[in-house]
């Protein structure tokens, strides 16, 4: 599975949308990008996934780049309860191994 | 739905001893692993199987085996522990197929090894 690069910390004002980027410029053509966050102490929470389009949920939407080389999770009104570890995963959809990275630490401020 | 859940929640144990973390899902997935997560790093996948009787070897897998002697179980044991092996233990579950096979993640297991 591809590798990722994520930054390892950013803050986020409460209200306002936080913008979570991921660099995987090693992506084949047949993997996914797969985002889950965990919250302190929690297990990992799955948000979104996608493959070439855009996609949106009620959680979030995953932005992924035409060249696919990168994607960006965007938190439309980021919460006090968003603060977490957020985890940009790619991955074949068959099998169920994850590759975890050390993700990026999301503080959403007041 | 109780989803995936682990017992025990905290546990520690000496050097050498063995022990069983239990995990039970009742979604009827397929799919099940065992995770390790050190403290301030991402997790690392143990074991997993993609259906009864079936296991097989994740990316640190040593010091522990695994057994799928039916669809809702999949316990961890550590045959002799060390202090290498203190970690959160998480494990989780998911569907064979369809275009999204999403992981569900039970609550943990805090191990301590002295």
């Known amino acids: 599975d591809a590798k990722t690069t994520q930054p390892p910390s950013m803050d986020c004002a409460e209200g306002r949308a936080a913008n979570l980027p991921c660099n995987h410029s090693?992506?084949?053509?047949?993997?996914?990008v797969y985002w889950y966050r965990q919250i302190h102490s929690q297990g990992p929470q799955y948000i979104i996934h996608?493959?070439?389009n855009n996609e949106t949920n009620e959680m979030a939407s995953l932005i992924i780049t035409e060249d696919r080389k990168s994607s960006t999770l965007i938190l439309p009104h980021a919460t006090l309860r968003d603060t977490a570890v957020y985890y940009c995963?790619?991955?074949?959809?068959?099998?169920?191994?994850?590759?975890f990275g050390g993700g990026t630490r999301l503080m959403v401020k007041p | 739905n109780a989803g995936v859940t682990q017992t025990p929640k905290f546990q520690v144990l000496k050097t050498g001893q063995s022990m069983t973390l239990q995990c039970a899902q009742d979604?009827?997935?397929?799919?099940m692993s065992w995770y390790r997560q050190d403290p301030g790093m991402g997790l690392r996948l143990i074991h997993y199987?993609?259906?009864?009787?079936?296991?097989d070897q994740g990316e640190v897998p040593n010091g522990y085996n695994v057994s799928r002697s039916t669809t809702e179980d999949f316990p961890l044991r550590l045959l002799s522990a060390a202090p290498s092996q203190t970690s959160v233990y998480f494990c989780?579950?998911?569907?064979?197929?369809?275009?999204?096979?999403?992981?569900?993640f039970g609550p943990g297991t805090r191990l301590t090894v002295l």
């Open positions: 989780a579950s998911s569907y064979a197929g369809g275009l999204s096979n999403e992981q569900f």
């Open positions: 090693t992506i084949s053509g047949n993997e996914y």
């Open positions: 996608g493959l070439k």
């Open positions: 995963i790619v991955k074949h959809n068959a099998g169920n191994m994850l590759t």
């Open positions: 979604m009827n997935h397929e799919y």
């Open positions: 199987s993609v259906g009864a009787g079936i296991t």
